[in-house]
């Protein structure tokens, strides 16, 4: 399985940003899918999650409300809607694929990772 995360860029406090992420594969549609973050200087964190279908999602406290996670099992595609961003959003997202279709926060409960894309917010 390999991840391919892309979407990053630069943008002001404020702007938006949509990230995607492409998993190689024939069961994307089983597992759920994650979205971590690894700012400077800073451990990785866990920003939002996605149950296989869809259905179910959760979120960081520090992203509620702004970012919203959603996948097109059709096209082995995860995104992460970033709105209203701000710049102690700016971190290296990576995308990453559970063990199982059960959602979770924590990191060892993903098994692939992406290769991450950089997310600069300006003030």
């Known amino acids: 399985v390999q991840l391919q995360a892309s979407g990053g860029g630069l943008v002001q406090a404020g702007g938006s940003l949509r990230l995607s992420c492409v998993a190689s594969?024939?069961?994307?549609?089983?597992?759920?899918m994650g979205w971590f973050r690894q700012a400077p200087g800073k451990e990785r964190e866990f920003v939002a999650t996605?149950?296989?279908?869809?259905?179910?999602?959760t979120y960081a406290d520090s992203v509620r409300g702004r970012f919203t996670i959603s996948r097109d099992n059709a096209k082995n595609t995860v995104y992460l809607q970033m709105n209203s961003l701000k710049p102690e959003d700016t971190a290296v997202y990576y995308c990453a694929r559970s063990r199982t279709s059960v959602i979770s926060r924590r990191g060892p409960g993903y098994d692939y990772w992406g290769q991450g894309t950089l997310v600069t917010v300006s003030s």
């Open positions: 996605s149950s296989p279908s869809g259905d179910t999602t």
């Open positions: 594969g024939r069961t994307f549609s089983d597992y759920a």
